[in-house]
């Protein structure tokens, strides 16, 4: 299962106190101050990387602290800094604090400051003055900076398949793409998102296969929208319609409500309408949908999965699309 939500507590290091030290001299019962000053707590710091699929390390483990400063010690040395902490998550991440989007990670390895180490305190050798040369007092570290968070992972893939279910969502996947989803003949097949990767043209492509979508999804029928999030970020939408089905034109309908009701941005990307299984009726019967859709100045791509007729053509329009 893709673990696509986690809400974490993420605290940075203290600083290290000052140090109240004096040197020892021969004769001298006490000497000049010589404390020295905390080290600063160790920085927390959130990385994109392709390498990593999902959140399920950060559901495991839902309180992360990075290493404290150590205090200063005598003979004016520092106390250690605390180590940094870098916590991976997979590209596409979205970072939020109450609700508030802070940091969109859409660039492989880049890499954000999230919770800031607190500043390690001066040590006494730095209070010392004509008039009190032995200070007995330094400076506490600061705490580092404390956040509760909330992670979301939101898919960046050029292209979204939506359809209702059997539309034939996945067995296009498998025909155009390194992915080898699951197919079945009965509805929500699919029940978490696919990705796949198709190569043509120097190019690589990543297409998004999710759970088929139903009248009343965005009510919570079926498996609902939920998983629409997952192509809101995507360039095209590739909407499959099976041409066997009582009516394609109707069905079109359904899932652009759908879409609608989830959100207009998403309604508002561009669209490729695909119509699926021609191999299934007759070409009379394919020709009649097909105007059908041109009446609404909605040009539709003619496919089958299973004879693989159109699908050259269909990537090439994929290509042409996103370019
Ligand atoms: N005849 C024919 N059958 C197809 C074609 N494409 C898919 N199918 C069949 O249609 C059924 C549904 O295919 P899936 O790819 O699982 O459909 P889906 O849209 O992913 O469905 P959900 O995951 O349930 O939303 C399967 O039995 C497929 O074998 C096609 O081009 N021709
Ligand atoms: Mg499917």
Not at 51 to 57: N, Q, R, S
Not at 151 to 169: F, Q, S
Not at 255 to 284: G, H, T, Y
């Amino acid at each position: 299962m893709i673990i696509d939500e986690a809400k974490i507590t993420i605290k940075a290091g203290d600083g290290g106190d000052g140090g109240i030290f004096f040197r020892h001299e021969k004769y001298v019962p006490k000497g000049g101050p010589d404390g020295g000053d905390g080290g600063n707590g160790g920085n927390v710091f959130i990385k994109a990387s392709r390498h990593i699929d999902d959140l399920t390390e950060y559901v495991r483990k839902r309180k992360i602290f990075a290493e404290d400063g150590q205090n200063g010690m005598k003979q004016k040395m520092f106390g250690k800094k605390g180590q940094d902490l870098i916590l991976n998550v997979p590209l596409g991440t979205q970072v939020y604090e109450n609700n508030q989007l802070l940091f969109d990670l859409t660039e492989d390895e880049k890499k954000i400051l999230i919770a800031k180490g607190g500043s390690g305190g001066w040590g006494n050798c730095h209070f010392a003055t004509s008039i009190k040369q032995a200070p007995e007092w330094a400076k506490e570290g600061l705490p580092g900076e404390k956040k509760k968070i909330r992670l979301e992972l939101k898919m960046i893939a050029d292209v979204g398949l939506v359809g209702l279910p059997n539309a034939g969502k996945s067995t296009l996947l498998s025909v155009i793409s390194n992915a080898r989803p699951k197919v079945a003949d009965y509805p929500f097949t699919t029940i978490e998102p696919n990705l796949g990767v198709v190569r043509a043209e120097n190019r690589s492509i990543i297409v998004a296969d999710i759970p088929g979508l139903i009248e009343g999804a965005s009510d919570g029928k079926g498996l609902g929208t939920k998983f629409l999030k997952h192509i809101e970020r995507t360039r095209t939408i590739l909407h499959l319609v099976d041409v066997s089905g009582l009516d394609p034109w109707r069905d079109y309908h359904t899932v652009r409500d759908e879409l609608k009701k989830f959100s207009e941005k998403l309604a508002k990307k561009p669209e490729l309408v695909v119509l699926s299984k021609i191999e299934l009726i007759p070409d009379k019967e394919i020709k009649k949908i097909v105007n059908k859709f041109k009446k609404h100045k909605i040009n539709t791509i003619l496919i089958s999965a299973a004879t693989h007729s159109g699908i050259d053509a269909l990537i090439y329009d994929i290509i042409k699309h996103i370019s």
